[in-house]
């Protein structure tokens, strides 16, 4: 399977601020800041492509012409729980973006995707959408929710993660070969709970203190 439409950044502010939230001393707020700041450092790569129009301006000393961004215009859909936590970081490089969610948890038992959440803005077909959550485990969730999207019309979409299996880049690139995926690292497995091995736990209780 191709996977030219998946990068996995190999930045060492992504790798260090990784070790950092791996650990398990690593408390609520130092880990909720530093997974909006990981996030950031992805949405820089994932916003690489994105298309810029001159428009002429003047500075204190002459007119010139520079670039700014171009359409389409750009949504985040954060999967709750956990993908709330790297909105912020996203926001912070692109302001004018809004922002959707979808709402899914993953079955204990069976590790299917439950969907009990879906808010979208009205011209979401329209827009470049980035789906974000931090773990890409089994891959049942962010299919689940790129399903969602296309259901609605959202034709250009990306998937951005911190950690990620070769498992869930399988699933997600056999389900949706049209998405782009942007990794922050690829972790070595899945354990028999369906935990990313070495990973870092349950990202969205460690986001919210819920453990
Ligand atoms: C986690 C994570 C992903 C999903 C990944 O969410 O944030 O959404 O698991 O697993 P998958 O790739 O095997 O589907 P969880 O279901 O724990 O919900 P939460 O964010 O509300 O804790
Ligand atoms: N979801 C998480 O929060 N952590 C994992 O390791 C796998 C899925």
Do not use: W
């Not at 992504?14 to 408390?27: C, L």
């Not at 973006?97 to 969907?115: F, N, Q």
């Not at 485990?137 to 790129?146: K, M, R, V």
């Not at 997600?172 to 091995?197: A, C, M, R, W």
């Amino acid at each position: 399977m191709s996977e030219s439409n998946v990068f996995i950044m190999d930045h060492p502010l992504i790798q260090h601020k990784i070790g950092f939230i791996r650990r398990k001393e690593t408390g609520t707020k130092e880990f909720r800041n530093m997974i909006s700041e990981i996030a950031m450092l992805i949405c820089y790569e994932a916003s690489r492509h994105l298309e810029l129009v001159d428009v002429d301006i003047e500075t204190p000393i002459c007119k010139t012409t520079v670039k700014e961004l171009a359409g389409p215009k750009l949504c985040v859909v954060p999967i709750l729980r956990a993908g709330l936590g790297m909105v912020e970081g996203i926001l912070n490089l692109l302001p004018a973006a809004k922002v959707g969610h979808i709402g899914l948890y993953r079955d204990p038992e069976t590790l299917k995707p439950v969907e009990y959440f879906c808010k979208l803005p009205q011209d979401c077909e329209e827009r470049e959408v980035f789906v974000v959550d931090p773990m890409l485990a089994t891959g049942g969730s962010a299919s689940a929710a790129i399903t969602m999207l296309k259901k609605r019309g959202c034709k250009h979409i990306s998937f951005l993660c911190v950690l990620a299996t070769q498992e869930g880049i399988d699933r997600l690139t056999h389900d949706h070969p049209d998405i782009s995926i942007f990794i922050g690292i690829k972790d070595k497995q899945l354990n028999e709970k369906g935990y990313i091995v070495p990973g870092l736990g349950d990202a969205g209780d460690r986001i919210f203190g819920t453990l």
